[in-house]
């Protein structure tokens, strides 16, 4: 053993790897550490040196790190509020966003005033029911300060939104037209429902909201429902089922539901026939109109068939996308809640382009569902 590591007691040498963010370094543990003073060994060599760490960089009694200390687990179902914690050393801002890129902000954690605890009251009913895809980020400096670096506190995970909201009023759904429970179910048939204050229904797996079967029509006084479904559009076996009706039209939060037709258990058997060719068509059904003032988020939507791709474009060519729409199972309607806060102030130009093939693939044909339009953005 050599002499200088004999003059170092042992639990000096832990409280000052804990500062260099070693295993088993909390935050606590990181805060003591940084009031010790320098150790210096016989040979003159500081041995609290970030140096002694390869993970370390920056000021030795300071260094930047976090860890999701408490998060749902992957796949987990969440509802009402729900706490999420991050544990580092000089944490200047903590926030939850998409698995990708950085809009929109989920939520912004709190953060104590020696920057080693951050936590999050997530409150998951002012988002739709539906998976869920989202990490947590941890950066060094405020929020829109530059020169930030990203520690990525929690992987990717998706979580399944499940809130019962209680039906509204004047809102019901009762399934009058569907195959009964362990029925043979082949070729096309008609599903209905029928209610008031129906704005959605969709065919969904016995639990959960993904994937989406295909989505109901409804009539405009919003008291009918009816789905003409194709079980050649799944595979041949057992598929367990429900039907479940909204107050409110796809990806709006806070909606309450109703399912119509608690789950049935069918047996598609269509012998492995290919559905029949869909045409494709597409046509915008909500954007604002041209010349309108917009501001924060906006509703955008396309119906149609045959729809694999939908994109929010510049007036002319492909790049840069603005926004890229979610597609209903059916293919038959696509919708992008697009947030203009991402955009400086100023007029923007932009079409709405479906595809009938998924982006990247080859032989695409396009449809111009909304020719430009200009906006003006106000923030």
């Known amino acids: 053993m050599s002499r200088h ?14 500062a260099c963010g070693g295993d088993g370094g909390s935050g606590a543990g990181v805060s003591v550490a940084r009031l010790l003073p320098t150790v210096w060994t016989s040979e003159g060599r500081a041995l609290n040196s970030c140096s002694f760490s390869p993970g370390c960089s920056g000021n030795p009694y300071a260094p930047f790190f976090a860890s999701a200390s408490m998060a749902p687990t992957d796949g987990a179902t969440l509802n009402g509020v729900v706490r999420l914690e991050v544990r580092g050393n000089e944490m200047a801002n903590i ?19 020696d920057k080693t605890i951050a ?38 995970r998706t979580w399944t939104i499940n809130n019962i909201v209680a039906p509204p009023p004047g809102f019901s759904a009762t399934v009058t037209a569907a195959p009964a429970d362990n029925t043979v179910v082949s070729g096309i048939t008609r599903l209905e429902i029928h209610g008031a204050g129906i704005a959605n229904a969709e065919l969904l797996p016995a639990s959960g909201y993904a994937p989406r079967f295909a989505v109901f029509n409804v ?12 079980s050649r559009s799944l595979p041949d ?38 559905p029949p060719a869909t045409p494709f068509i597409a046509s915008v059904t909500i954007a604002p109109v041209h010349g309108a003032i ?5 509703r ?30 059916d293919q038959t309607f696509a919708w992008l809640d697009f947030d203009t806060s991402t955009l400086p102030n100023g007029i923007l130009e932009a079409r709405i382009s479906a595809f009938n093939v998924p982006a990247g ?5 396009e449809i111009i569902a909304m020719p430009t339009r200009q906006w003006e953005v106000r923030h």
């Not at 917009?294 to 906006?298: A, H």
């Open 5 to 18: 590591l004999k003059l170092i007691p042992a639990f000096v040498l832990i409280m000052l790897l804990a």
């Open 95 to 113: 926030e939850l966003l998409p698995a990708s890129g950085y809009t929109p902000r989920l939520g912004v954690f709190n953060i104590t005033g």
């Open 119 to 156: 936590w999050l009251d997530f409150d998951t009913t002012t988002l739709p029911n539906g998976p869920l895809s989202v990490r947590i980020s941890a950066f060094n400096v405020p929020a829109g300060q530059p020169g930030a670096t990203e520690i990525v506190a929690m992987p990717a």
């Open 219 to 230: 009539s405009a006084d919003k008291t009918m429902a009816w789905l003409d479904f194709d």
């Open 237 to 274: 076996g057992i598929t367990d089922v429900r039907i479940s009706a909204f107050n409110l039209e796809q990806g709006q939060p806070g909606a309450a539901e109703i399912v119509a037709m608690p789950v049935r258990r069918w047996d598609l058997r269509n012998g492995g026939a290919p």
């Open 294 to 298: 917009v501001s924060g988020r906006m």
């Open 300 to 329: 955008l939507e396309v119906r149609g068939s045959g729809i694999r791709n939908v994109e929010l474009l510049p007036a002319s060519g492909y790049t840069p996308r603005l926004g890229v729409f979610n597609v209903s199972f």
């Open 361 to 365: 693939q080859p032989g695409a044909v």
